[in-house]
């Protein structure tokens, strides 16, 4: 599994980042608590590949569905992505992680599911130094 990492998290795909940066400062404004330093970096990118496969997977692997999961997901798909971000983000952002990803998945089109799953699959989720 490929995961974020002090070592790498600084490395991450272009793209990736951009939507790792949306997430990060919709927490931010949300919650005056979040800090924006390394380890909760490394904790949003690992909330969001992990939201964005689970999406994927359990919508037969079709980036629009996955996406349209993400921004109005049902009882059960909520209750799954908030057990995802909680794994890596902790209870107390949960709510504050949960809403900034569905607020930045409306600028998000099904390509970018889709290329964040491409880029998981091939191990290219991080630059080469």
Do not use: W
């Not at 349209?68 to 971000?85: H, S, T, Y």
């Not at 902790?90 to 390509?111: L, N, T």
Request: charged share 30%.
């Amino acid at each position: 599994m490929i995961r974020a990492t002090e070592s790498n998290y600084q490395m991450l795909d272009d793209n990736v980042q951009t939507i790792v940066d949306g997430v990060l400062t919709r927490v931010s404004e949300r919650n005056e608590n979040f800090s924006i330093d390394p380890l909760t970096i490394i904790a949003i990118i690992n909330c969001i590949i992990g939201v964005i496969r689970l999406l994927y997977v359990c919508f037969s692997k079709r980036g629009d569905v996955a996406l349209e999961g993400l921004r109005n997901p049902n009882f059960v798909q909520r209750i799954l992505i908030k057990r995802q971000i909680r794994k890596h983000a902790g209870k107390e952002y949960e709510a504050d992680v949960y809403d900034s990803m569905r607020e930045h998945s409306y600028q998000m089109d099904a390509d970018d599911v889709t290329n964040i799953i491409r880029l998981y699959d091939s191990k290219q989720f991080f630059k080469e130094a």
